[in-house]
Every structure is written in structure tokens, then in C-alpha cells.
């Protein structure tokens, strides 16, 4: 026996996601009331230079009330595809377009109330651009040595879940070409 929704009503659709209360049984019988954000989904990207740094940028969070580093990443507009996403935010957020990319892998930030799947990419032989931010976004592109970035994340500088693990898949997957 699976899950069964007995209600379900939007309680706020917003610009990105919708606030959606259900009234579930579980298999085991119980039934419980629950809240949960349907969210588009998201492309972050890991974009290497060609000097082998990687971009990150230092992006103010207002729910957070300060500015954290990120890779780039972004919602995922409409019909768009992952990558396509993953192609525009890079150019929009750092200014760079790349000539190669690759599908690291997708994560699942906070399942246990939102069902958003962040896609998460690597960027290779980048070339400078035009930057071109949306009215929200304050941010500054930084590219760093990998070593360093381990050092942030190794001193809590970097906590923000989809580059902790975004830095991990590119990582695993370059070591496997050595």
C-alpha cells in the first residue's frame, strides 16, 4: 500500500514555487496533514578556467541576511531543459560561456519538504562573456584554486550544500581522467 492524498489546496503560489498543504495516509494507516514546496528544479554549475580555477561567486541571501559563496547556479525557467538552465546562468551570473559540458550528477537538497532537484554540471573552456544579472541578484565572480576552495570548505567559509557537493562530483570525476 502506498501513500494516498486524501486534500490537497496551493496555499500561496509565488514567483518560483507553490506552497501546497496535503492531508496524506501512510501506509502504515496514519493519516497526517503535511506541507510541501513544489519547486521547478535547478542547474548549479562547477566552471573550471583555463587555469584550472573554479568560479565561484559571493552572492547575497537576504533569508540568510548575508552574502555566502556559490557556485552559479539557477531555477529552471518553464519548459526549459537542465542544461539549458545551466548554460544560461552561468553566461547571466558570471559573464563566461563554455565550450564543454557534462552532467555531474543531481541532488535532492531538502526532501523532506520540497520535491526540488538541483541538476548539477561541469563547465569547461570558458570563454568571457557579457554578464547579465537579474534585478535581485548582487553578486561578485571569484575564480579560485581548487586547494583553496577545499580550505574554505574545510573552515566552514563554505556552506551552502549544492557547492560542497557540486566541488565533490567535480573532483571524483577529474581524478578518474588522471
Known sequence: MGIKVNR????????????????????????TDIELIQHPGAAS??????????????QYRHAL????WEIPAGTIDGRETPLACARRELAEETGYQADSWLKLGEITPVPGYSDERI??????SLQPGFQKLDSDELLD?????????????EKGEIQDAKTIIGIQFALQYLSQLR
Open 8 to 31: 490537497q489546496a496551493v496555499i500561496h503560489t509565488g514567483r518560483v514555487f507553490k506552497l501546497i498543504s496535503e492531508n496524506i495516509t501512510m501506509p502504515n494507516g496514519n493519516v
Open 45 to 58: 554549475i562547477v566552471a573550471i578556467d583555463r587555469t584550472n580555477r573554479i568560479i565561484l561567486i559571493k
Open 65 to 68: 541576511g548575508s552574502f555566502i
Open 119 to 124: 541538476h548539477i554540471f561541469l563547465a569547461a
Open 141 to 153: 565572480v571569484c575564480p579560485y584554486p581548487v586547494n583553496h576552495i577545499l580550505k574554505m570548505i
